[in-house]
């Protein structure tokens, strides 16, 4: 079990904190550096290159030896689960040079995406600290999908341009309203009315920034980078943007309640629309993740 008296700040957490961040940092705003190390390691075997994502088991290792509660068998999970997912899409690009998307590709990001939104894994990690598993598991993502199956498309790119942010802005403004008036209709969103409970100006920037980079990031890079992507080459850019979008509604199920959330479902996957829309106008995630942010800060603001 955990021991909850141990601090939270310590070294070896401050550690794999950074060594967990930094394939996700590498890839948004070095993405050329990370593709030319990429290639020149990329000759030899590719249960070698599958082997180097076993590196991730580090982070758990580090925070669980600073907590007193190792386990082996985290251990074997964070190292072969990357190793997995490495392999599975080294095959896919294999099998699939043109990109059209394989059941590999779909097991992969179904694999991951129920292991963030069931939190398979989130015992390994001390209380407020299961974020690393979500993160780790987008870094096994960010390896096999940007740099072993090379997939195009994705827009992982947080250089954001000015275009970026004027496509938010219009996605969030067409969003809000029907978000807001249905929310409101059902219950589901209530209006602080008092000024007291307003965020200080500084307070929100942080809130902006934190959800950006922590909560609109990774779920942009998965839901739209990779999933929409794929489904497109399959289904088209509309009924991949509704596939997407319900799916994305879906897995807010069980957010904030016991049961079925339907009404989080339902304005989940109607905000998916929007981000999707924002997305695929030019590719980016980080414009889908800027209305993103924009819509989670809000909510959190002034009307949770």
């Given at each position: 079990?955990?021991?909850?008296?141990?601090?939270?700040?310590?070294?070896?957490?401050?550690?794999?904190?950074?060594?967990?961040?930094?394939?996700?940092?590498?890839?948004?705003?070095?993405?050329?550096?990370?593709?030319r190390t990429?290639?020149?390691?990329?000759?030899?075997?590719?249960?070698?290159?599958?082997?180097?994502?076993?590196?991730?088991a580090?982070?758990?290792?580090?925070?669980?030896?600073?907590?007193?509660?190792?386990?082996?068998?985290?251990?074997?999970?964070?190292?072969?689960?990357?190793?997995?997912?490495?392999?599975?899409?080294?095959?896919?690009?294999?099998?699939?040079?043109?990109?059209?998307?394989?059941?590999?590709?779909?097991?992969?990001?179904?694999?991951?995406?129920?292991?963030?939104?069931?939190?398979?894994?989130?015992?390994?990690?001390?209380?407020?600290?299961?974020?690393?598993?979500?993160?780790?598991?987008?870094?096994?993502?960010?390896?096999?999908?940007?740099?072993?199956?090379?997939?195009?498309?994705?827009?992982?790119?947080?250089?954001?341009?000015?275009?970026?942010?004027?496509?938010?802005?219009?996605?969030?403004?067409?969003?809000?309203?029907?978000?807001?008036?249905?929310?409101?209709?059902?219950?589901?969103?209530h209006?602080?009315?008092?000024?007291?409970?307003?965020?200080?100006?500084?307070?929100?920037?942080?809130?902006?920034?934190?959800?950006?980079l922590?909560?609109?990031?990774?779920?942009?890079?998965?839901?739209?980078?990779?999933?929409?992507?794929?489904?497109?080459?399959?289904?088209?850019?509309?009924?991949?943007?509704?596939?997407?979008?319900?799916?994305?509604?879906?897995?807010?199920?069980?957010?904030?309640?016991?049961?079925?959330?339907?009404?989080?479902?339902?304005?989940?996957?109607?905000?998916?629309?929007?981000?999707?829309?924002?997305?695929?106008?030019?590719?980016?995630?980080?414009?889908?993740?800027?209305?993103?942010?924009?819509?989670?800060?809000?909510?959190?603001?002034?009307l949770?």
């Amino acid at each position: 079990m955990w021991n909850t008296a141990r601090p939270l700040l310590t070294p070896a957490n401050l550690l794999a904190a950074i060594l967990t961040l930094l394939p996700l940092f590498a890839a948004a705003f070095f993405r050329d550096a990370c593709e030319r190390t990429a290639a020149r390691s990329r000759p030899g075997p590719s249960w070698a290159r599958a082997l180097r994502s076993a590196v991730l088991a580090i982070p758990y290792v580090l925070v669980s030896a600073s907590a007193g509660s190792f386990r082996w068998r985290w251990v074997a999970l964070y190292a072969l689960l990357p190793v997995a997912v490495s392999a599975l899409l080294l095959d896919a690009r294999r099998v699939d040079p043109e990109q059209h998307g394989t059941w590999r590709d779909l097991l992969v990001l179904a694999t991951l995406g129920l292991a963030v939104d069931l939190r398979w894994f989130e015992a390994a990690w001390p209380p407020h600290l299961a974020v690393f598993s979500k993160i780790l598991l987008l870094d096994a993502g960010i390896y096999g999908f940007l740099f072993l199956r090379q997939l195009s498309g994705v827009g992982f790119d947080l250089r954001l341009r000015f275009r970026d942010f004027g496509i938010g802005l219009r996605e969030f403004a067409l969003y809000t309203p029907i978000a807001v008036v249905l929310g409101l209709a059902l219950g589901f969103l209530h209006l602080h009315t008092s000024p007291t409970l307003w965020p200080h100006p500084l307070q929100l920037a942080g809130m902006l920034v934190f959800t950006f980079l922590f909560i609109a990031v990774p779920e942009e890079l998965f839901f739209r980078g990779w999933l929409q992507n794929l489904l497109e080459r399959r289904l088209g850019r509309i009924p991949a943007l509704l596939v997407t979008a319900v799916l994305f509604g879906l897995s807010h199920f069980n957010k904030r309640a016991l049961h079925f959330n339907w009404r989080y479902v339902l304005l989940a996957a109607l905000a998916g629309i929007f981000y999707g829309r924002a997305w695929r106008q030019e590719r980016r995630v980080g414009a889908s993740a800027f209305t993103h942010a924009l819509v989670d800060t809000v909510w959190s603001a002034w009307l949770r």
